[in-house]
């Protein structure tokens, strides 16, 4: 009888020591998961930051080059006028006037080129960040799979 009560104890000592490193195991397992997560709401939060600067680096260039085409719209306008004020026939002020009309309509057609290409930028670097947040997501949630 003696002989089963050790038994009997061998196992509840394998149980505990078997439920103890199940629990230690698990324990550590959680610990590497909330680090994951914390390491990704970072690179996240990071993301974002990064998308917010170039999204205003590429607000700050167009505002830049918005504010710079008027003035010299602007000058160009008083340029014009002044030309025309000073013309001596009516066909030297239609001269003036049309040469005018064609040279602003395609520095605006240029403007509006350089504009797109302004807004475009921005908007790829603003994105970047985040692209690589979804791939990662992506990445993470296809993982368990492999």
Sequence with gaps: MATKKTNGATEVENMVAAGSEAWKEGFEKAAKSYDDMASFSR???????????????????????????????MEDSIAAAKAAMSSRSVQEFM??????????????????????????????????????????????????RA
Excluded at 47 to 73: C, D, M, P, R, Y
Excluded at 98 to 111: E, I, P, R
């Design 43 to 73: 690179d996240n939060i990071e993301a974002v930051i990064k998308s917010a600067n170039a999204f205003a680096k590429g607000v700050e260039a167009v505002n830049t080059e918005a504010l710079a085409f008027s003035k010299q719209s």
């Design 95 to 144: 001269e003036i006037n049309s040469d005018f009309t064609k040279s602003a309509f395609d520095t605006m057609v240029s403007q509006m080129t350089k504009m797109g290409d302004l807004f475009a930028d921005a908007t790829k670097e603003a994105v970047e960040p985040i692209n690589g947040r979804v791939s990662a997501v992506v990445e993470m949630v296809q993982q368990p």
